[in-house]
Structures are given as structure tokens and as C-alpha cells.
């Protein structure tokens, strides 16, 4: 048996459930579905698991930033309500969306409410200036 009682044979389905596609092609044609029919706890329906484990975590990010685009608010909100293991999701959610948009494209609101904004307005500007092109 593997985590949460579930059957070896189960879990490995689920580990292998979009091998047969790439994560964009499936992301595209999941576009509009319902999102627990996509990825939550409709046991037998859901393509993607909610569960903490990286393999889990990664392609439920990675979709619903490619599902929302620029709709922070959104992407974060259906990933909470999603269940499981939002947390750390919601951070790698974050950090993808943030890292694509840019500070100022996330809620004003959000970044105001901190307990120090300027923090994290000097930390990317800092993290932006430092950053080396990819090599070719």
C-alpha cells in the first residue's frame, strides 16, 4: 500500500494518468472543465491529484497558471478551494505567476497589506537587477 492507504496499483495510476501527453496539450484541452473534474478528490474522474508529493503539486501548478494567465486572484482562489495540499502549491502557484507577471501586476491590496511592502518591493528589484540571461 502506498501513502494514505491507497493501492500500490492505484497510486501508480495516478502518477501516470497524462504520460500520455504532454502537460500543455492536456492543460489546453482541460482548459474550460470543472476543476475537480481536472484535478481534486472526484476519486476515479480527477485527472491530477491533490496530494503533497511533487509530481502532484508541479502539474496542478503549472495548469492552473496556464489555465488563469494573468488572473492572480483567481488561480490562487481555485487552487485553495481545490483542497489537499494548497499550501505549498499555492507558493509554487505564486512564485510562477509572480515570476511571469511581475510585482506589479500582482494585487495591490495583497502587496500592500504586508507588514513591510517596501521588503519586498527592494527584494525584486534587487532579485531583477542581479539576474544573468539564460545561456544559449
Not at 494585487?107 to 539576474?131: F, G, M
Request: hydrophobic share 45%.
Amino acid at each position: 500500500r502506498g501513502p494514505g492507504n491507497i493501492p500500490k496499483a492505484t497510486k501508480w495510476r495516478q502518477h501516470m494518468v497524462y504520460a500520455d501527453e504532454s502537460l500543455a496539450d492536456f492543460a489546453r484541452r482541460e482548459i474550460s472543465a470543472d476543476l475537480h473534474d481536472v484535478a481534486g478528490w472526484n476519486v476515479g474522474q480527477a485527472r491530477l491529484s491533490t496530494a503533497c508529493y511533487v509530481e502532484h503539486a508541479l502539474p496542478i501548478a503549472l495548469y492552473l497558471a496556464f489555465r488563469f494567465k494573468d488572473d492572480v486572484k483567481a488561480a490562487l482562489a481555485a487552487n485553495a478551494n481545490l483542497g489537499g495540499h494548497s499550501t505549498a502549491r499555492g507558493a509554487v502557484l505564486g512564485a510562477i505567476l509572480g515570476a511571469r507577471l511581475g510585482l506589479d501586476r500582482l494585487p495591490k491590496d495583497w502587496i500592500d497589506d504586508l507588514a513591510d511592502p517596501n521588503q519586498v518591493v527592494h527584494a525584486e528589484a534587487k532579485a531583477l537587477a542581479t539576474r544573468k540571461p539564460p545561456a544559449l
